[in-house]
């Protein structure tokens, strides 16, 4: 039998495995079909993937403690990350059951699927068809993105423009970048490099009794970037092996470069996470022309409100919308509270309400002209934009 038939009755098995997840049996079963039918189904896929193929592969492990080295090298890096913000942005009780029985529970659910995915994934690059080497490893990648996906609720994901959104940048991007990684790794350095990738991250969600209490932007960030620059170096590392760079490129690429662009990465993370006393806003309208122009980012700064004086741009919150004004003048009030009359640039009139201290966020201490632009755009194309609820000109809710 062809190696590419073999490996299309193998994908179909793997779809056919996913049957009870899309028909909803799966959730009638409940915790039977998580602890029981899954992971023996998977041991299942197993044995037919090692029957099909162990008298086919050719691997190729030229690379294989190169290539190893780094996935764990990047194991490490991504375990590092995730916990300095966990103590920049605390620690929660892990949600799983952290009893001996409990955590080997969860551990029988998830340990064999895992290492039979990547004992298929393997077997699957490393015997098709060599010329479409790249078109192969998309599909494969593609194969295990669909196994990664709650499919029982799959129409969940596009009930709205903004669910649709959260779906490709919470989950479908960073499986797709993670495993076209794992397939790209799995040609290089067999399964157990992709074994240790995948499996050490889980046994931390499921046995460690604490973990960082991090958003699913920031995981979801972690879970594209550190595949995405580690396979920039491996990538480099093999090119180098095989003498096919040009001594100049030699030294523009490397392990300082690929640490400068990692440190980077972090740097916007954590400004992303507010961690530094500076954040960034896009501006939604004209309000303050010329000075601030609609597009603009600015940069925003905590500061104490008894140091906001006249002439500061402030950054003050009406419900759950900022509004971006300087301030025209400063009063204490009876109860010994400041207030602030506040006034857009462009704007005939003052705002209409005085802004408390309580409202008060920040004091604009940047402009970069244009670059909130992207956001704005993919406001309007998900029709997220609240300009039809406030009036941002004058600072009042409609």
Known sequence: ?????KILILSIIILASLVPEVTGISASMGSYYAYVI????????????????????VANLKYRKEVTFCVVVATLIYFIIYFILGYIKGFAHNPYDSTIKGILLNLWAFVPVLIVR???RFYMINNCNKKRILLWALLISILFVVTDLNIYKFDTYFES???????????LVPSLITNLFLTYIAYFASYKATIIYSLLPQLAMYVLPILPDV?????????????FFTYVYVNYIINKMDKTLKRKDNKTVGIKGWIAMLCFVVLMILFGLGVFPVEPLVIASNSMYPKIKKGDIVIIKDTDVN???????????????????RVVSVYETEEGKLEFITKGDNNDDVDLYPVKESQVAGVIKLDIPYMGYPTLILGDLLNTNNSDRVTVDKGRVN
């Open 1 to 5: 039998m062809k190696k590419s038939i």
């Open 38 to 57: 899954k992971p023996l189904t998977w041991i299942f896929i197993g044995i037919v993937s090692f029957f099909f193929f162990r008298d086919d592969v």
């Open 118 to 120: 990547e004992y298929a």
């Open 161 to 171: 423009s903004l669910s649709t959104l959260e779906f490709i940048m919470e989950t």
């Open 215 to 227: 958003d699913w932007s920031t995981t979801s960030i972690l879970s594209a970037v550190i595949p």
């Open 307 to 325: 140091d906001v004086k006249k002439g500061d741009i402030i950054r003050y919150k009406m419900d759950d919308y900022y509004v971006v004004h």
